[in-house]
């Protein structure tokens, strides 16, 4: 084997990013016995300037003047240069992701294999969070005993592969992430500066007195110059003015873009007709709502200024006034302007709204196949406010059973190239924030036409999987179809449909709050007992072939990486007032497994006729990033051998299900596997150990399926093929997609799932902490179980047992009467009182009050509860 050959070939490829020799090895494919001659082959290309180390132990090509920077790199051959994105930490700490490395000429850009790259809390530079950077490469290096502000709740386990990690330091900002940054007035003396939202935003900006700032000049009632003290009276009159009547129930409604500055959070005039969850309602409108100037304790837009010296201040103007923070209208306006999230339609997308018929019509219907008298259902959540999906099942000859899996037909409503498509393809799919949807078509479709409510007639995807007595799959089938739901069940319904005897205890389930769902549904209680116990029947007969088909694909290797989720529920004045632990039970478990099986069949459909389509795929993991994991779960105790092979991986996952630490930990896993993301090839699912798969069961909220859907359409309507719609029902010329479009459109929709993930990670979390911040308040303080998850000297980090939520003990807090001092065993595995010999262990149940709340850190701190 020529090795010098095999080097210089991977050294030459326009996706090499430099790795150590270790990793090179491995990519190259080099056995234990052809190590030496492998090292011997890289030491003679090194001697002769065939290639370099950089960053202390990374191999790269030579450095050439005047090189493109194909690679990623700078031009000008400086291979220790890397470019792309930065994110900061809490702490102020960052970590770095270099640019993916551009394929070949007509090629999409190849995926970056160099790993992230870490950076110190003095080595940002003057970047800010979300930043294009240049990032040059340092030896690496063992990291610093302390920094400044270190982030909390870290778990000593992720020290364990910090002394091999790839440095570096910022050299040049490329492009700014954004222009902007969201965050609350203060004041100090005479001076005002702007404190961030986001704990990760390190620096506070200084502003000028608002009545200074050119976009409240028109508002404001003093002259040039004035003190902003002097608006107090013009203010309280505006917002007198603006408060919602005394009966108003206001759901946090935002600040329409292209309002006056400073317009009110709270206007009683809605300016959103088709998306009710965003108004205010029972109300009057209001007037001046938005002549406010930004006063202290108001939650601003700013727009920031160049900033180029890291020791300077960091300097903007006040561009918009949200509302008062804290309040839940400026708060979910803050995620709106952060994220780029737009609720409100445009016009050219109202007026093709209206076009739409309210109902299904008799001519909509004329071809399909007729479900509507087949038993036929919808299992969503509590809140749902969509209703994407739905199941019937049918008892055919010979002990066989056949599954439909019917999907709204939005296709059928949404055509390639209107307003309608446009604006859906560029929003990507629905945003769900905690009390509200930003939805991805207008609530007539969203809500309406499209969505599978109980009791009305609607135009379906039809994917007919049919089993034999052993629940064998043996046909599948596709079609467009119209069904009839007969019942809105939620997953709590469901859940007590499959388990519980006692059918008097069925129907005392209550309905959803109307406030929190598209469709309530009619009450258990209001069925007749044949009706009841039909809806019994079926559900169990569904479960038994649902099981059946998770454990055959937990068998082939499919992993369970479905974790537990905190849902936040919020009243009608949009305040957080009840968390609840999403289980992936076995009401989650049924439709999950129909879901993924009729993914699965449009996928192999797709591939096997050779249709230009969107495929969802999830890569293999990096066999390093997974070694990483392993070193960081031993530290925890657990051991694991090569977590490359599945059934390793899936004994750890579930040894994560026992273990003190096994959020985090799975949270880790999650991180050292590779994202899952929209591509116009079947390059298979990772996790799910499938072939084939995509994205088809959703349409209302996701684009991606939509698409799919028009290429299932397409496949149904060709002549001769006897699932598709009769001649009558075809809708006429259709569209058909490139393989280059589908790459375009899978690029965009991973970037706009990843914004909409993001987005509402914040939003959850600003919930939680608002959630924990009103108990400080209550008469009676709340009783919350948690387990402890960390030990350090100062304290306890814990997680609640019902809401998953992580906080932190402070060891002053550990003695009720302060007359005892606790400070870590000898084994650091728990701390023990000098006095009392209490202790508290890793892994120890404990019973905790809220004690402090920081909502600008979004850090919470409890105490131990009376015993």
């Not at 000028?208 to 003093?222: C, E, G, M, Q, S």
Request: proline share 7%; hydrophobic share 35%.
């Amino acid at each position: 084997m020529n090795f010098h050959d095999l080097i210089l070939a991977r050294l030459a490829r326009p996706d090499y990013q430099p790795v150590n020799e270790a990793r090179l090895a491995r990519e190259i494919g080099v056995d234990r016995k052809q190590r030496g001659n492998f090292r011997h082959a890289l030491r003679s290309l090194l001697s002769r300037g065939d290639a370099q180390i950089i960053a202390g132990d990374r191999i790269a090509p030579p450095a050439r003047a005047g090189s493109s920077g194909r690679s990623g790199r700078t031009g000008g051959g400086d291979a220790d240069v890397l470019v792309g994105r930065i994110q900061f930490r809490a702490g102020g700490s960052a970590i770095f992701f270099p640019r993916a490395v551009p394929g070949p000429d007509g090629q999409p850009p190849a995926r970056s294999t160099i790993e992230p790259v870490q950076i110190g809390y003095d080595d940002t530079g003057t970047a800010l969070p979300g930043d294009t950077v240049e990032v040059r490469l340092n030896r690496p290096r063992p990291a610093r005993a302390a920094r400044p502000r270190q982030q909390r709740g870290q778990q000593s386990a992720k020290d364990a592969a910090r002394e091999n990690e790839l440095r570096g330091r910022v050299v040049n900002i490329v492009e700014r992430g954004s222009a902007t940054m969201i965050g609350t007035l203060r004041r100090v003396r005479s001076s005002y500066y702007v404190q961030p939202d986001d704990p990760r935003f390190q620096h506070e900006v200084a502003v000028p007195d608002p009545i200074k700032t050119p976009a409240f000049a028109a508002v404001a009632p003093v002259a040039a110059g004035a003190s902003s003290q002097a608006a107090g009276k013009k203010n309280a009159k505006a917002k007198a003015a603006a408060t919602p009547a005394k009966n108003a129930r206001p759901i946090f409604k935002p600040v329409p873009r292209g309002a006056a500055p400073g317009a009110a959070p709270f206007s009683a005039n809605p300016a959103n007709p088709t998306n009710p969850e965003l108004q205010t309602l029972n109300s009057k409108p209001a007037a001046n709502a938005a002549a406010i100037v930004p006063e202290v304790g108001d939650k601003v837009v700013v727009r920031l200024r160049e900033w180029t010296n890291r020791h300077a201040i960091l300097e903007g103007e006040i561009i918009e006034r949200l509302g008062k923070t804290f309040e839940p209208g400026a708060e979910f306006t803050a995620i709106l302007r952060k994220y780029n999230l737009e609720p409100a339609f445009p016009d050219a997308v109202q007026r093709e709204v209206a076009g739409l018929p309210d109902k299904v019509r008799s001519a909509d219907i004329t071809g399909r196949l007729d479900y509507r008298d087949i038993p036929t259902f919808t299992i969503d959540p509590d809140d749902a406010k969509d209703f994407d999906d739905a199941l019937s099942i049918e008892h055919l000859d010979g002990g066989r059973t056949r599954i439909g899996i019917h999907i709204a037909d939005v296709s059928h409503y949404v055509k390639p190239g209107t307003a309608l498509d446009n604006e859906a393809r560029k929003r990507g799919n629905s945003t769900y924030l905690v009390g509200a949807v930003i939805p991805m078509l207008p609530e007539k479709l969203s809500n309406g036409l499209c969505s599978l409510v109980e009791a009305q007639d609607r135009l379906v995807k039809t994917v007919q999987l049919t089993f034999d007595a052993k629940r064998r799959l043996v046909d599948t089938a596709f079609a467009s179809a119209v069904i009839r739901s007969r019942k809105r069940l939620t997953y709590r319904q469901a859940y007590a449909l499959l388990f519980e005897k006692d059918l008097a205890a069925v129907r005392a389930l209550p309905l959803p709050p109307k406030h929190q769902t598209g469709s309530t549904g009619r009450a258990l209680s209001s069925l007749k007992d044949a009706e009841l116990r039909d809806l019994q029947t079926w559900i169990r007969q569904l479960w038994d072939i649902a099981s059946h088909l998770r454990r055959s694909r937990m068998r082939n290797g499919s992993l369970d990486l479905d974790m537990p989720e905190t849902k936040v529920f919020v009243d009608e004045q949009g305040y957080a007032d009840r968390l609840e632990k999403i289980e992936n039970d076995e009401s989650h478990q049924l439709i999950e497994e129909f879901m993924l099986a009729a993914n699965e069949a449009v996928a192999r459909l797709t591939r096997g006729k050779r249709l230009a389509s969107l495929y969802r795929v999830h890569d293999d993991p990096d066999a390093e990033k997974l070694g990483e994991f392993r070193d960081t779960i031993a530290t925890a105790g657990i051991k694991a051998g090569d977590l490359t092979k599945r059934s390793e991986l899936s004994k750890v996952i579930t040894a994560l299900d026992q273990h003190p630490q096994g959020h985090l930990l799975r949270t880790q896993l999650l991180r050292s596997l590779k994202k899952a993301c929209y591509r116009s090839t079947p390059d298979g699912h990772f996790g799910l150990a499938k072939k084939d798969y995509t994205h088809f069961t959703s349409p209302i909220r996701r684009y991606s399926d939509l698409v799919v859907h028009r290429v299932l359409e397409n496949f149904l309507d060709q002549p001769g093929n006897p699932a598709g719609k009769t001649a009558a029902a075809s809708t006429g010329k259709k569209f058909r997609y490139s393989a280059s479009q589908m790459a375009e459109i899978g690029e965009h929709l991973s970037l706009t799932e990843t914004n909409s993930q993001e987005a509402e990670r914040e939003s959850v979390k600003v919930k939680l902490v608002e959630f924990f911040e009103r108990e400080l308040h209550k008469r009676t303080p709340t009783r919350f179980a948690a387990i402890i998850t960390e030990v350090r000297p100062h304290g306890l980090f814990i997680e609640l047992a019902e809401s998953m939520t992580f906080g932190f003990i402070p060891a002053s807090e550990l003695s009720a009467g302060g007359d005892d001092y606790y400070q870590p065993t000898p084994d650091g595995s728990a701390l023990a009182g000098k006095r009392s010999k209490r202790r508290f262990a890793l892994g120890d149940k404990i019973d905790v009050h809220v004690a402090k709340v920081d909502r600008f850190k979004r850090l919470i701190d409890f105490k131990p509860a009376p015993a």
